[in-house]
Each structure stands twice: as C-alpha cells, then as structure tokens.
C-alpha cells in the first residue's frame, strides 16, 4: 500500500455528506481546465487518486478481518491461561495470593449453566391444542398481487409501499488489461500538474 497520498487523494478522503464540498470541486476543475496537463495524465491522477482509496479499504479489511481472528485467539488463550493457572492452585491447596502492583488472585467457584430446548415430537398434535403461531405469507402474498386475482382478493386487505433509492452517477475506473510480455518492462508514472500559476501541484513517482 502506497503510504503518499495524492493531493487529490487526501481531498477525497476528506469528503464527507455534511458538506457542500466546494474545495474538493473547485480543486477538481482547475485540474481539468488546467491547459498545460496533457489529458491522459489528468485521467490518470483522477483514476489512480481513486483506485488508492479502494486499495486502502481492501487493505483495512483484511486487517480488520486479521486482528478480529487474532483478539479469538487471544480470548481463547486468556480463558485457557485462567483455567490452568486456577488448576495448579487447586493441585497445590491454594486458594489466594497477594500482589503488589495487583490486589490478589483468588479462585472462582466452579460454576455451571444450562440451556433448554423443545424438541417437538408431534408437531400436528402440538398445533391441534392451539400451540401454533400464524403469519403471513409476504412472499406469496407480493406473487399474488401480479395478478388480476390476487389483486380482488386482497384489495382493502394489503396496501404495498414502494421505496425508491437514486443512485447518483459515479465515475467509474477501468484498468488496462494486462499484456504478456516479459520483454516490455513499464516505468512508474510520473505525474506533474500545474496550475495557472505554474506551481506544481504533485510530482508523484
């Protein structure tokens, strides 16, 4: 994972729905009016500012899922480690030590608890003496009402709400497909945007 943000990167990584966002816009526009930037490199400080963020989320993700598997681990090992640290007290006919920087360590009881479920044996004969709950069919119900006859039959009956989501338009980026060839050997990008001014704004290798 790349650890330099572009400067549009980090301005994308700084929106947020609570804002109107106008600095990252305006930034944006003055790349893309900027006349001295070929446009290829221009797409390329958009797209890869873009894919950046998207490796960084696939990153954290998997750490995510790494450390979540690693605090299991720990939670197991810290039970294990209590239980055998509480047996060799027992073996050994202790029941308290005092610490110094801790209070103590005693032993807790032995404790147990239990779980009960019903099996059902005879589920006709258990439904027949009115232990039964009755729901609705939705699935069935949303079938019938695409036809004439379930639309009589459950008109006044049902009422359907319709909730529509708009997806606003994004851009999309499309990497190159990868070409097979132990031959050509590609330099990194180097990307140099500047500004009317004629400052710099990235130098990114």
């Known amino acids: 994972m790349k650890l330099v943000n572009y400067k549009l990167q980090t301005q994308m990584e700084n929106l947020n729905e609570s804002s109107t966002n106008t600095h990252f816009k305006e930034y944006l526009k003055s790349i893309l009016e900027d006349s001295n930037t070929p446009y290829f490199q221009k797409a390329d400080y958009i797209g890869l500012s873009l894919q950046d963020i998207a490796s960084k989320i696939e990153h954290i993700g998997t750490n995510v899922r790494e450390l979540q598997n690693y605090k299991k681990k720990l939670q197991t090992a810290l039970t294990l480690a209590k239980e055998l640290v509480a047996d060799v007290f027992i073996q050994n006919g202790?029941?308290?030590?005092?610490?110094?920087?801790?209070?103590?360590?005693?032993?807790?009881?032995?404790?147990?608890?239990?779980?009960?479920?019903?099996?059902?044996?005879?589920?006709?004969?258990?439904?027949?003496?009115?232990?039964?709950?009755?729901?609705?069919?939705?699935?069935?119900?949303?079938?019938?009402?695409?036809?004439?006859?379930?639309?009589?039959?459950?008109?006044?009956?049902?009422?359907?709400?319709?909730?529509?989501?708009?997806?606003?338009?994004?851009?999309?980026?499309?990497?190159?497909?990868?070409?097979?060839?132990?031959?050509?050997?590609?330099?990194?990008?180097?990307?140099?945007?500047?500004?009317?001014?004629?400052?710099?704004?990235e130098n990114v290798a």
């Open 94 to 201: 202790v029941d308290r030590v005092d610490g110094n920087f801790i209070s103590s360590l005693t032993l807790q009881a032995e404790s147990t608890t239990s779980k009960s479920d019903v099996v059902i044996l005879n589920e006709n004969k258990v439904m027949g003496l009115g232990y039964v709950k009755f729901t609705p069919d939705i699935e069935a119900i949303k079938i019938a009402l695409e036809t004439p006859k379930g639309k009589k039959e459950l008109e006044g009956l049902v009422s359907v709400i319709t909730e529509t989501t708009t997806i606003k338009p994004k851009v999309k980026v499309n990497s190159k497909k990868a070409i097979n060839n132990t031959n050509n050997t590609q330099k990194p990008i180097t990307l140099e945007l500047v500004t009317n001014d004629d400052t710099n704004l």
